[in-house]
């Protein structure tokens, strides 16, 4: 009888409870199947970036990969210190390696830590790379067969190579924005990198200029205490009241592997991911005045719609997923990629969502423009009309999955909140597009237990109540 294989990858990457499912051995085993679909593919010689996050143990589970890989012949890069997922992915790029690993477990709790996949572009690896390793790793669970050489030995024979590449990494993201206006611009930010990857880059970026950074939540506590690493309002308390405290311009906050960002406006408040992705959408076609294809995921706001008819450029829609995202970023020359979860990527740069350079692009909007975060709001909201946004989320027992997914083929109402329903669909969730263009999502979340409820409407009132229609709907509480 086979035994049952818990590894299972999700939208990006596979997560999991350290010492319950998330091991050692089972760690071993995914970088032993990710090594020998690189020798399959031709990748192996090429060699393979490491890196990790600020998890419980993460330096421990990347040695694990790195000796696994070493012992498979393949010349290990093992970051030297927790770092962002993107800096691992331009690390690729830098090196020419065939695959990337990076152990995170992103926004998720801090009992959870994950293993991601990257290709050698840097993206997170494409669904069919992820199927062959899935198939590798029910091979290797069933039959074993995980190779391992000790991390000095490895050393030694100069298979693994630990490094930093933070230096690399600050001055490519500088690129892309006018770095010394930003810095003679004299903005205060609070950074708050959530005890995750993300500390200390905003603040290396801007030592010894007239832009000043004061960071919370800076230090490494793998139990993130009293919040969840995802850049939301309900995790962001502290960063909303020290903004106030020192009459900041601007907040920045990154998640656990510093990929997603979450912007605080001058008042404190929140800037909901769909406004931001607008803005910084607004920011590439007005202010640097380029063009070129915008990528969203179906939970995206429809602001830019409004935005590419205005500019003349087109808007492709994909699943939820940067593994989505990517390749038709890459196919079409896109000039910005992004999803509702605070992930943004830009033409040029790595096809993968990067917190740091996001947080950049929005500094040189604000002193471009001399607009504060809530003035850039309402100068958006002026050009594509008032939109707003929310989202709730509800742990549900799996065994109630099936049940929560008939009713919402069983219950396509007609009518929501007064208005007609012109467009259901099943692309990713179970979405209803109103007359209004208004829109209510229903969708199970990739990466853990949980359903999400989606609205995007043109008032805050008429959002809770879409939001409302859908929970009713779906019976969660």
């Not at 237990?449 to 809770?464: C, G, K, M, T, W």
Request: charged share 25%; glycine share 10%; aromatic share 10%.
């Amino acid at each position: 009888m086979n035994k049952i294989n818990p590894i299972k990858f999700g939208t990006d990457g596979w997560r999991a409870v350290i010492a319950r499912e998330f091991t050692f051995e089972n760690v071993r085993i995914c970088a032993q199947a990710l090594a020998e679909h690189m020798h399959e593919t031709g990748l192996a010689d090429k060699g393979l970036v490491i890196g990790y996050d600020t998890r419980f143990a993460s330096e421990d589970f990347a040695a694990a990969c790195a000796e696994t890989a070493a012992a498979n012949g393949i010349k290990v890069y093992l970051s030297s210190k927790a770092v962002p997922t993107p800096e691992v992915s331009y690390a690729i790029t830098l090196k020419k390696a065939g695959a990337g690993i990076v152990i995170t477990a992103s926004h998720n709790p801090g009992s959870y830590n994950g293993f991601k996949i990257k290709s050698a572009d840097g993206a997170s690896a494409p669904t069919e790379m992820i199927t062959a390793v899935e198939q590798k790793i029910e091979a290797v669970f069933q039959n074993g067969g995980v190779k391992s050489l000790p991390l000095s030995e490895a050393k030694a024979k100069r298979l693994v190579e630990i490094g930093d590449f933070d230096e690399a990494y600050l001055s490519r993201v500088a690129e892309f924005v006018d770095i010394a206006r930003i810095r003679q611009s004299g903005l205060k930010i609070v950074a708050d990198s959530m005890y995750g990857a993300g500390s200390g880059y905003f603040k290396a970026l801007f030592k010894g200029a007239k832009t000043s950074v004061t960071e919370i939540n800076a230090e490494r506590n793998p139990s993130f205490p009293g919040i969840n690493p995802e850049p939301i309002t309900i995790n962001l308390k502290k960063l909303a009241a020290k903004i106030v405290e020192d009459g900041a311009s601007v907040g920045l906050a990154t998640d656990g592997d510093a990929d997603r960002i979450g912007i605080m406006d001058e008042k404190g408040r929140f800037v909901t991911q769909l406004e931001v992705y607008a803005l910084l959408a607004l920011y590439w076609l007005e202010v640097r005045g380029k063009r070129g294809a915008i990528v969203k995921t179906v939970t995206a706001t429809s602001m830019l719609y409004r935005l590419g008819e205005l500019y003349k450029v087109p808007v492709i829609e994909t699943p939820v997923g940067f593994k989505y995202v990517a390749p038709v970023m890459l196919a079409q020359n896109a000039l910005i990629g992004g999803e509702e979860s605070g992930g943004y990527g830009f033409r040029g740069h790595v096809p993968e969502r990067d917190a740091v350079l996001a947080g950049l692009c929005f500094l040189d909007l604000m002193v471009a423009t001399g607009k504060t975060p809530s003035q850039l709001l309402a100068y958006l909201f002026s050009k594509v009309g008032t939109h707003y946004y929310n989202r709730r989320d509800f742990h549900f027992a799996e065994d109630r999955r099936a049940e929560i997914i008939q009713r919402l083929q069983q219950n396509k109402s007609p009518v929501i909140d007064g208005q007609q329903v012109v467009k259901f669909d099943t692309a990713d969730g179970f979405r209803f597009t109103l007359a209004d263009k208004s829109w209510l999502l229903v969708r199970f979340s990739g990466t853990e237990p949980l359903l999400r409820i989606y609205a995007e409407s043109n008032s805050h009132e008429q959002v809770e109540r879409i939001l409302d229609f859908g929970q009713a709907l779906t019976g969660v509480k």
